[in-house]
């Protein structure tokens, strides 16, 4: 692979210190380096994709613009300013032209629908005249949307290192209704809030979604009873009671390989973490003690989890193994500290924070080291999700009063923060990994 001959390479800068993500030209094209320097976003010419429906190409493009455009990372041209307004795949650019047009990175596409939807994309170095990335891809054409997101992912890949996010989807709790009555129902929806579907009536209260690390199956917690309680299922199939005989278990999370589900168990006063099988069987109690324990998570490797408790009199976030046992407190910071959740990466645990009067979304090394808070408000914000690649962060914020609340990103440097249109109120956001 070559390396975008640019003068400056892709900085993303953080005031107060550097967070260093470094990339080599072996892997990928553009060196994304964390500094204190001024960030600049990658200009990136995408023409419309060739295809026999024009109007289908001019929207396939655009979808993909819009992908990398909320990146943060890439800022694509107008394509009414760029020396060809159609891609073509076939043929070598004419890179005098485009590097006149001040055009770094090119993509070239093509894409037709029959009994499948097919795309061919080429990503071109225009300083160095040399083709990057050079594929094709297929997808059902009852969601065609989702070809233009493999693209995305695979201009995201070859340009800055590291693996995409956009062929993923977020289930959540979409709510409907005036406040007093609002109607909560689980949905699921593309990363990009097309294509919502319910996955629950909204007749019991159901809240906290966890997706599995299939994409397939789902752990929740349901009133459906009367008491909340944890269920399982396929992505909208029967739902199953993960245990029974517990009065009330909550805050489920699934185990790397998908096949234990960790929660919490609330009985006499105290509340601790219990481990379950997916299917089902006898839980194994992991935590002990008259403290509050919940909101368990596993590490990437399934040796750890973190979780939150108030055992040292406020909530913060613990370390402890998978197993249970001894756990070691991390967050040492003003406030509480709530939702701890471990970055798919390993490297990070994204958590609420409640102090000085605002809510902050932030993450830490798993020693407790390198604190940054990603985001800060008045309103109640909450409930991070990340990425499958580790790179964003989703979560919730409620502007109180008659609103309801809605899912909002931002990047592990704090920047780029922005709404994401789920058509409705939403709360509650679980990300998906990478769909096969």
């Known amino acids: 692979m070559t390396l975008i001959t640019r003068r400056n390479a892709l900085k993303l800068g953080v005031a107060g210190g550097a967070l260093a993500l470094t990339t080599h030209a072996s892997q990928a094209l553009v060196e994304i380096v964390v500094t204190g320097g001024n960030f600049v976003p990658l200009p990136i010419a995408i023409p419309d994709f060739a295809s026999s429906d024009a109007a289908f ?38 890179f005098a032209a485009w590097r006149g047009a001040s055009v770094d990175a090119l993509v070239m596409g093509s894409v037709e629908r029959g009994g499948q939807v097919s795309s061919q994309v080429r990503v071109w170095d225009t300083q160095a005249a040399a083709q990057v990335v050079g594929k094709s891809y297929q997808t ?44 909560k129902r689980l949905a699921i929806m593309d990363a990009d809030g097309f294509n919502q579907q319910f996955l629950s009536s909204g007749k019991a209260l159901t809240l906290g979604p966890k997706i599995g690390p299939n994409g397939s199956s789902l752990a929740f917690t349901s009133y459906e009873d009367g008491n909340p309680q944890v269920y399982v299922s396929g992505l909208g199939g029967q739902a199953k009671k993960l245990i029974n005989n517990a009065p009330m278990s909550f805050a489920p999370q699934f185990s790397p390989d998908g096949g234990t589900v960790v929660f919490s168990v609330s009985n006499g006063g105290a ?28 590490s990437p490797d399934g040796s750890r989890i973190c979780f939150e408790s108030d055992r040292g009199g406020s909530p913060q976030i613990y370390i402890m193994s998978a197993g249970g046992g001894g756990a070691q407190r991390i967050s040492f910071g003003e406030g509480t500290y709530s939702t ?61 009063g008659d609103a309801g609340p809605g899912l909002w990103t931002v990047d592990i440097w704090g920047r780029n923060e922005q709404s994401i249109n789920a058509q409705g109120y939403a709360s509650d956001p679980s990300w998906s990994p990478l769909r096969s």
């Not at 839980?283 to 998570?297: E, H, M």
């Not at 645990?349 to 080291?369: L, N, V, W």
């Open 57 to 94: 190409g001019a929207e396939i493009a655009e979808i993909v613009r819009a992908n990398l455009r909320r990146s943060g990372l890439f800022s694509p041209i107008d394509p009414a300013s760029l020396p060809s307004r159609v891609g073509d795949v076939e043929n070598e650019p004419d």
């Open 140 to 183: 059902d054409p009852d969601n065609y949307r989702r070809i233009a997101h493999i693209v995305s992912d695979a201009i995201y890949a070859s340009l800055s290192g590291g693996t995409g996010y956009f062929d993923t989807r977020i289930v959540f709790v979409s709510e409907s209704g005036p406040k007093a009555n609002r109607v």
């Open 271 to 298: 509340t601790n973490i219990y481990a379950a099988g997916a299917g089902g069987g006898a839980p194994v109690q992991l935590t002990s003690g008259s403290a509050i324990d919940t909101s368990p998570c596993f």
């Open 340 to 400: 701890p959740v471990w970055a798919p990466t390993g490297d990070f645990i994204a958590y609420t924070r409640q102090s000085g009067g605002q809510f902050h979304i932030g993450i830490m090394k798993p020693d407790g080291s390198g604190e940054r808070i990603l985001s800060s408000s008045n309103q109640v914000q909450e409930g991070p999700t990340w990425a499958p690649n580790g790179r964003v962060i989703m979560f919730s914020r409620d502007p109180g």
